[in-house]
C-alpha cells in the first residue's frame, strides 16, 4: 500500500465503515448544496466492487474548452471506476467538444492520476505534480506537452519518510492563495524552484506542517458558490489550521467530518470533487 494516508479495514468491521462512510458523504454532499454549489452524485454501479469510488477526480478531468480526459490509474482495482455514463450525464448539459483517453499507458507502466497527481494552476497553465508510483516523469510530460501545460514537478514525503502519493494531499492553489507544506519538497532546489513559481504567479503561500497534511489541510479546494469564492475542506482539515491560516485563505471555509473517509480511504474533501469546467450548452 502506497497510500500511507489509509489504514486498512479489518473484515468484520468493513460493513460498518462502509455504513459510516456513506452518512459521511451524503451529510457532505448536503453541506456543499447548501452553500449553493450544483452537486451531481453518480451511485456506484450494481455488483461492481468499487470502495475508491468516492475519489472521482482521480480518474477523469474536464476543461475550459470542451476538453473530457480519462487517467491511467495505477492500482488495477481503480480502473474499473471508470464509466462512460459520467460522460453521458455530463453531455446532458455541458458541450463536450472531444475527449482524450490516457488509460492506454497502464501498459506502458505510466501512470498520472488526474488532480489528484496534477495540481492545475489554470490560469497561468502550469501542473505542479509531485513523483511518485502514481504520477510518473514520462506520463506528466506528456500530459503537460498535450495539453500545452508547464510542468512544475519535485519529490515530497510526509514526515515518516514516505513518498507523498498525491500531489493534493500537500497543496491547494487557489486564485489568490496556495496551501503547501514546503518541508516536504526536501531538495532545497526544488523547493526554491516551487516556492518561487507560487510567487511569481501572484499567490501568497500560506505554510503547512506535516501535522496539518497528515491531517488533510492541504487537501482543500477553491469552489465558486452564488456568494463569490469559498474554500471546501473536511472538518478536521479545518480544525488543524490555525486561526490566522483560516483568515488567510481570504474566502469562507465550507467544511464537513469525514473521519471514516479520510481514515480508510486514505483521501479527504477535496478528492471527492471532480470540478466541471465544460461549458454550457
Same mark, same amino acid.
Given at each position: 500500500?502506497?497510500?500511507?494516508?489509509?489504514?486498512?479495514?479489518?473484515?468484520?468491521?468493513?460493513?460498518?465503515?462502509?455504513?459510516?462512510?456513506?452518512?459521511?458523504?451524503?451529510?457532505?454532499?448536503?453541506?456543499?448544496?447548501?452553500?449553493?454549489?450544483? *452537486?451531481?452524485?453518480?451511485? @456506484?454501479?450494481?455488483?461492481?466492487?468499487?470502495?475508491?469510488? #468516492?475519489?472521482?477526480?482521480?480518474?477523469?478531468?474536464?476543461?475550459?474548452?470542451?476538453?473530457? #480526459?480519462?487517467?491511467?490509474?495505477?492500482?488495477?482495482?481503480?480502473?474499473?471506476?471508470?464509466?462512460?455514463? #459520467?460522460?453521458?450525464?455530463?453531455?446532458?448539459?455541458?458541450? *463536450?467538444?472531444?475527449?482524450?483517453?490516457?488509460?492506454?499507458?497502464? !501498459?506502458?507502466?505510466?501512470?498520472?492520476?488526474?488532480?489528484?497527481?496534477?495540481?492545475? @494552476?489554470?490560469?497561468?497553465?502550469? &501542473?505542479?505534480?509531485?513523483?511518485?508510483?502514481? &504520477?510518473?516523469?514520462?506520463? *506528466?510530460?506528456?500530459?503537460?506537452?498535450?495539453?500545452?501545460?508547464?510542468?512544475?514537478?519535485?519529490?515530497?514525503?510526509?514526515?515518516?519518510?514516505?513518498?507523498?502519493?498525491?500531489?493534493?494531499?500537500?497543496?491547494? %492553489?487557489?486564485?489568490?492563495?496556495?496551501?503547501?507544506?514546503?518541508?516536504?519538497?526536501?531538495?532545497?532546489?526544488?523547493?526554491?524552484?516551487?516556492?518561487? !513559481?507560487?510567487?511569481?504567479?501572484?499567490?501568497?503561500? %500560506?505554510?503547512?506542517?506535516?501535522?496539518?497534511?497528515?491531517?488533510?489541510?492541504?487537501?482543500?479546494?477553491? #469552489?465558486?458558490?452564488?456568494?463569490?469564492?469559498?474554500?471546501?475542506?473536511?472538518?478536521?482539515?479545518?480544525?488543524?489550521?490555525?486561526?490566522?491560516?483560516?483568515?488567510?485563505?481570504?474566502?469562507?471555509?465550507?467544511?464537513?467530518?469525514?473521519?471514516?473517509?479520510?481514515?480508510?480511504?486514505?483521501?479527504?474533501?477535496?478528492?471527492?470533487? !471532480?470540478?466541471?469546467?465544460?461549458?454550457?450548452?
Amino acid at each position: 500500500m502506497d497510500n500511507h494516508f489509509q489504514s486498512v479495514a479489518q473484515p468484520e468491521d468493513q460493513r460498518a465503515i462502509a455504513a459510516a462512510a456513506v452518512k459521511e458523504f451524503d451529510a457532505y454532499v448536503e453541506t456543499l448544496r447548501s452553500a449553493g454549489l450544483r *452537486i451531481t452524485v453518480m451511485e @456506484d454501479q450494481d455488483a461492481v466492487s468499487t470502495p475508491d469510488s #468516492v475519489f472521482p477526480n482521480n480518474w477523469f478531468s474536464t476543461h475550459e474548452d470542451g476538453l473530457y #480526459v480519462t487517467y491511467p490509474m495505477y492500482w488495477p482495482q481503480r480502473r474499473i471506476e471508470r464509466r462512460e455514463d #459520467v460522460l453521458e450525464v455530463l453531455d446532458q448539459d455541458h458541450a *463536450i467538444k472531444r475527449t482524450l483517453s490516457l488509460e492506454h499507458w497502464e !501498459s506502458e507502466g505510466r501512470f498520472l492520476e488526474g488532480t489528484g497527481s496534477l495540481v492545475l @494552476d489554470r490560469q497561468h497553465k502550469i &501542473a505542479y505534480v509531485c513523483f511518485s508510483e502514481r &504520477a510518473t516523469k514520462e506520463a *506528466i510530460e506528456d500530459w503537460c506537452d498535450a495539453m500545452d501545460y508547464k510542468p512544475l514537478t519535485f519529490n515530497a514525503f510526509d514526515q515518516r519518510g514516505g513518498v507523498i502519493y498525491h500531489t493534493n494531499v500537500m497543496l491547494a %492553489i487557489g486564485t489568490e492563495v496556495a496551501l503547501v507544506c514546503l518541508d516536504a519538497v526536501t531538495d532545497p532546489g526544488e523547493k526554491t524552484k516551487l516556492t518561487e !513559481s507560487l510567487l511569481l504567479t501572484g499567490k501568497r503561500i %500560506i505554510g503547512l506542517s506535516y501535522d496539518q497534511v497528515d491531517n488533510f489541510g492541504g487537501n482543500a479546494l477553491e #469552489v465558486q458558490t452564488p456568494d463569490g469564492p469559498a474554500w471546501v475542506m473536511s472538518s478536521r482539515a479545518f480544525h488543524s489550521l490555525d486561526p490566522a491560516q483560516r483568515e488567510a485563505l481570504g474566502a469562507p471555509i465550507i467544511h464537513a467530518p469525514l473521519p471514516a473517509i479520510e481514515k480508510y480511504g486514505g483521501g479527504s474533501a477535496r478528492c471527492m470533487i !471532480s470540478e466541471i469546467f465544460l461549458p454550457k450548452k
